[in-house]
């Protein structure tokens, strides 16, 4: 592992380190918010997955969750979106490729040998931060933006007994129904749609739940309503009697001046439960 | 006045608005934060200045200000640091020329018709939100960063009864005695360094002082401490007997991090004040 940064922060310290994935089979690269108290003590971790065509930079930098990470005494992860450099596949779309790896782990040419983003946050990451770092694995949260927002709840209701909580901020909800969705899941792991199933927090929401408490923000002016299918998900989180806020916000958009706002929530709504 | 983007912010809005300036005879892009209040009624505001290489738009994506602001019903109104365009001039040097303003009124060529970026802060941005916005003109505060540091200090204590109280962040505190002041100085305003000491914030102090507060923090790691020459300031504030606070904070350097992480105690220093 190799340090590409560290700023203080919040009393803290915001770091950013790279090291060759074996998941993933390049060289990634994630932020490690810790604060002050991890200097004595393993502290709890949240995890914060990113949307398309972010790398680990755009959260940590813009969403103001350091604040109150340092504020409950918890680490912040922030990892890439996908696999990055030359010899990996791309494609010219903004949503598939590099920036988009949808936590999914490809087995279709040409992303299959890189795209495994799924095991890279499942397994690969949190055994390398659990080992380098004064992180207590035992206390997990996790969180997401967008793309980001799928992944943590679909990592979060299949991972069972893994996080503690789950939240998301105007995730992609429905996947299998929507062109954000169909398109990546059919590019990474092909035509057969039972794949893809496991892979979409609506309906893992109705056949799974997860055992913790859900909190998810959708602003009502977000641009990408339709593609996000926020109202499947609520839906199913109510039929599935989840326990479980589901909130419109009047007014907000899908930029980081939404996740920005409603980030301190976020926090102390995981921190309640990670300390539980 | 053009409407660029808004993007609804902590209750608020966070606006980018271009216009013609006439003051740098280009189009002028600033960032602009009201709170909730400002439906209602006028909101004091505080300037926020930028430093080296930014533009209106770092620092209201990276200082996470809005959060404190919103809090206290205080505006914030980001400028750009130069003026901008193909028929402006430029450097290849990220330290002159545009990203680069300085906040000086330029007397030299080639920068002489365009770099005016004290007269469009001091006059021509004023009027504007003065006039389009509902912000109490009469209830200003300032503060910058680094070169946005500079132009904070020197423009609050320049211009009387303008602002009701000031602050830095690692402000480039004496430039006719550092790389970051001569090169730029020079090429703006000649070799007459008479010109030069009006924009001197620790000739400014000894010579003027400020009517109201100053708070500024300086990082103990900042890489740019040779350049910054923080001591000569620290030094004019107590020998003009200031009324003011100079914080060394131990560890952190010169980045957004270091910012955000003092951002909520510059905001509340600044409302004390702006609703005294």
């Known amino acids: 592992m190799k ?45 914060y997955l990113s949307g398309l065509t972010c790398t680990h930079d755009n959260a940590m930098t813009k969403a103001g969750a350091q604040a109150w990470a340092a504020q409950e005494g918890i680490a912040l992860v922030f990892p890439d979106t ?62 997401g933006h967008s793309m980001g927002g799928h992944g943590a709840l679909t990592l979060a209701m299949t991972l069972k007994d893994r996080f503690v909580s789950a939240s998301a901020f105007a995730p992609i909800a429905n996947p299998t129904q929507s062109d954000w969705g169909t398109k990546q899941l059919g590019a990474y792991l092909g035509d057969d749609r039972a794949a893809w199933q496991k892979h979409d927090s609506s309906l893992l929401m109705i056949e799974h739940g997860f055992d913790g408490p859900v909190l998810v923000d959708q602003g009502t002016s977000d641009q990408f309503l339709d593609l996000l299918k926020p109202e499947t998900l609520a839906e199913a989180m109510v039929k599935r009697r ?32 990670l300390y539980a």
């Open 82 to 143: 996908s696999p990055r450099g030359e010899g990996v596949a791309n494609d010219d779309a903004y949503d598939l490729g590099q920036g988009a790896g949808f936590y999914v782990n490809a087995t279709q040419a040409p992303w299959a040998p890189h795209f495994r983003m799924w095991d890279y946050i499942a397994e690969e990451l949190p055994a390398l931060i659990g080992s380098e770092f004064a992180i207590d694995m035992d206390r997990q949260a996790i969180t």
């Open 3 to 47: 340090t590409v940064s560290e700023n203080r922060s919040f009393g803290g310290m915001q770091g950013v380190y790279s090291h060759e994935s074996s998941a993933c089979s390049c060289e990634m690269t994630f932020g490690l918010f810790l604060p002050e108290e991890a200097r004595h003590v393993p502290v709890p971790v949240l995890w």
């Open 242 to 273: 989840q326990d479980g806020v589901f909130r419109m916000q009047k007014g907000y958009d899908h930029s980081y001046f939404f996740i920005s706002t409603f980030m301190e929530e976020h926090v102390a709504f995981h921190a309640e439960h």
